[in-house]
């Protein structure tokens, strides 16, 4: 590892240098593999948060309380210590900038569910892409949004990034964004019309993901061009 | 394995030791929640736990207020989880095995545990005799909760926790052994946490 | 359920130990449960990574569809509850 940037409280970015790594697809994860001194080993799976950079990527993991691997990536691992990876894995979950006829995305994240979303709307904005791309995103409190400046920065580019976030615990008195848990109603303010034929990518804790996706397939959605990817652990956001 | 992680060291208990433990485990302070499954909630009301002997005929059965009617322990033990944590001292609240077979004639030698969710285990009827094993209904002092096992659960502690199965419904006697959920998918048919039967062929 | 459904993921998690064993992608596999015949893409299926093995299941019954225990040095797989497995060969 050869740097850290803590984007939350509780979410961190690990820059990595994998020597002889062979790419990824946006949307991919990889495994971690930790082992102690004892033998006792734990695995992970986490999302790539960047597109494909040589041997550069990063990971965004967010600590979870009384996690076994969450807390020492995201704590203790240092800058110069060496992590066991296995990966790119999964070819499902993924979004090419080249890939399709240009049909309208929409990302949908709860907490953390937008690191591999980060990896797609970063991969668009380094392919130049004008694909009409909207970001929305739950998370409790301000403080806990995660690469917020960055897609507002994306979205001020004008080349077809919108972004849409909601706080569904505490937001400020100022807050233009969405109060609240996403609801139907904001749904179908958000995400394309069904006849767009775009295609929507959820991620985030498991009832998070369901709870979108069961909404959007009642405001008439089409279910193949919907992609899910669910990380147990905490809850909705 | 040459590959260690720095300053990595897993769940780990703060106080160091007191007790014993077997090779390869190490203490935790938490009740770690493992499961192949959903949790499942089945109604009191629906609930019951039946012996099934060798020619497949239930030779006892009772609803969960004739099994609490029974006579019960407190049996306080150490148990070990194949992967690898250990808690030393803990207090249950169970019927045991001994009583749920007393009057169940039988020249079975094998048992298989069954469960709701599907979950099964084997184990020689003579390790859930002779006091160690119980269906175990409370935990800590309270009711045993749901993603724990409740309303009741195996608890055969001299084995790997995988044996002491979750939402348990009854056991089955058997003439033959037959390998259940983990043990017919490479884990050790027996479970000695002592000499480290994790796997098959450990 | 909603204890459940924290510990639950799906098969996007099984890609690392399935990709360890098989050629193909099997993420990108649709699975018909040998239950209730229900389709499904392998992505979406319910996932419980909890040790002593992965066990997966179908959304649509919970029967299981596959289970799979890595040692260091052996893996063991049962696949029988998956009845037919769909698998996309070629470019995605």
């Known amino acids: 590892?050869?740097?850290?940037?803590?984007?939350?409280?509780?979410?961190?970015?690990?820059?990595?240098?994998?020597?002889?790594?062979?790419?990824?697809?946006?949307?991919?994860?990889?495994?971690?593999?930790?082992?102690?001194?004892?033998?006792?080993?734990?695995?992970?799976?986490?999302?790539?948060?960047?597109?494909?950079?040589?041997?550069?990527?990063?990971?965004?993991?967010?600590?979870?309380?009384?996690?076994?691997?969450?807390?020492?990536?995201?704590?203790?691992?240092?800058?110069?210590?060496?992590?066991?990876?296995?990966?790119?894995?999964?070819?499902?979950?993924?979004?090419?900038?080249?890939?399709?006829?240009?049909?309208?995305?929409?990302?949908?994240?709860?907490?953390?569910?937008?690191?591999?979303?980060?990896?797609?709307?970063?991969?668009?904005?380094?392919?130049?892409?004008?694909?009409?791309?909207?970001?929305?995103?739950?998370?409790?409190?301000?403080?806990?949004?995660?690469?917020?400046?960055?897609?507002?920065?994306?979205?001020?580019?004008?080349?077809?990034?919108?972004?849409?976030?909601?706080?569904?615990?505490?937001?400020?008195?100022?807050?233009?964004?969405?109060?609240?848990?996403?609801?139907?109603?904001?749904?179908?303010?958000?995400?394309?019309?069904?006849?767009?034929?775009?295609?929507?990518?959820?991620?985030?804790?498991?009832?998070?993901?369901?709870?979108?996706?069961?909404?959007?397939?009642?405001?008439?959605?089409d279910p193949a061009r919907i992609k899910t990817e669910r990380f147990g652990g905490t809850g909705a956001p | 394995m040459s590959f260690i992680s720095r300053g990595f060291e897993g769940r780990r208990s703060q106080q160091p030791g007191g007790g014993l433990i077997p090779p390869g485990q190490h203490l935790v302070d938490d009740f770690p929640v493992l499961s192949a499954g959903p949790t499942p909630e089945t109604e009191l009301d629906e609930w019951d736990f039946t012996i099934i002997d060798e020619s497949g005929d239930v030779a006892a059965r009772w609803t969960w207020e004739e099994f609490l009617a029974l006579p019960s322990e407190s049996p306080t033990v150490d148990i070990h989880c194949v992967t690898s944590w250990s808690k030393l001292a803990t207090s249950w609240d169970g019927v045991s095995v001994d009583t749920l077979l007393e009057d169940v004639e039988t020249s079975a030698e094998y048992v298989l545990a069954f469960c709701d969710g599907g979950y099964t285990t084997n184990l020689p009827l003579e390790d859930v005799l002779d006091g160690q094993a119980w269906v175990a209904f409370g935990y800590d002092g309270d009711e045993l909760e749901a993603e724990h096992g409740g309303p009741a659960r195996l608890l055969v502690p001299h084995l790997y926790f995988w044996k002491s199965a979750k939402w348990v419904r009854g056991l089955r006697l058997l003439d033959e052994d037959e390998p259940g959920f983990w043990e017919s998918l490479g884990y050790h048919n027996y479970g000695d946490p002592w000499r480290q039967q994790r796997y098959q062929g450990d | 359920m909603s204890q459940t459904d924290?510990?639950?993921?799906?098969?996007?998690?099984?890609?690392?130990?399935?990709?360890?064993?098989?050629?193909?992608?099997?993420?990108?596999?649709?699975?018909?449960?040998?239950?209730?015949?229900?389709?499904?893409?392998?992505?979406?299926?319910?996932?419980?990574?909890?040790?002593?093995?992965?066990?997966?299941?179908?959304?649509?019954?919970?029967?299981?569809?596959?289970?799979?225990?890595?040692?260091?040095?052996?893996?063991?797989?049962?696949?029988?509850?998956?009845?037919?497995?769909?698998?996309?060969?070629?470019?995605?």
């Open chain 1, 1 to 221: 590892m050869v740097g850290t940037v803590d984007e939350t409280p509780a979410v961190r970015t690990l820059q990595l240098v994998v020597p002889g790594w062979p790419g990824h697809r946006p949307g991919q994860h990889l495994d971690v593999r930790l082992t102690a001194p004892d033998g006792y080993r734990a695995q992970r799976s986490y999302s790539i948060a960047t597109p494909a950079d040589g041997e550069r990527l990063d990971l965004g993991v967010e600590r979870l309380d009384g996690g076994e691997v969450s807390p020492y990536l995201n704590g203790e691992l240092r800058a110069g210590d060496q992590l066991e990876l296995r990966g790119p894995i999964g070819g499902y979950f993924v979004w090419d900038p080249a890939l399709g006829g240009g049909e309208p995305v929409l990302l949908i994240g709860g907490g953390s569910g937008v690191v591999p979303l980060m990896a797609m709307a970063r991969a668009r904005r380094l392919a130049g892409s004008n694909v009409p791309m909207r970001w929305l995103s739950s998370s409790r409190t301000l403080a806990d949004v995660v690469y917020r400046a960055e897609v507002e920065q994306l979205a001020a580019a004008g080349d077809g990034f919108e972004v849409f976030q909601a706080l569904s615990r505490d937001a400020p008195p100022d807050w233009a964004g969405h109060r609240g848990r996403i609801d139907e109603a904001r749904l179908t303010e958000v995400a394309w019309p069904p006849e767009a034929g775009g295609r929507t990518f959820i991620c985030g804790p498991t009832t998070f993901v369901e709870a979108m996706a069961r909404a959007l397939l009642k405001l008439g959605h």
């Open chain 3, 6 to 92: 924290l510990r639950r993921v799906d098969g996007n998690a099984l890609g690392g130990v399935l990709g360890d064993l098989f050629a193909a992608d099997l993420t990108l596999a649709t699975t018909t449960c040998a239950g209730c015949r229900a389709q499904a893409p392998l992505a979406t299926i319910h996932v419980y990574l909890d040790a002593p093995g992965a066990v997966a299941r179908c959304p649509g019954c919970n029967a299981v569809l596959l289970r799979v225990v890595r040692h260091e040095t052996r893996a063991w797989l049962d696949l029988t509850g998956i009845k037919v497995l769909e698998i996309p060969l070629g470019p995605a």
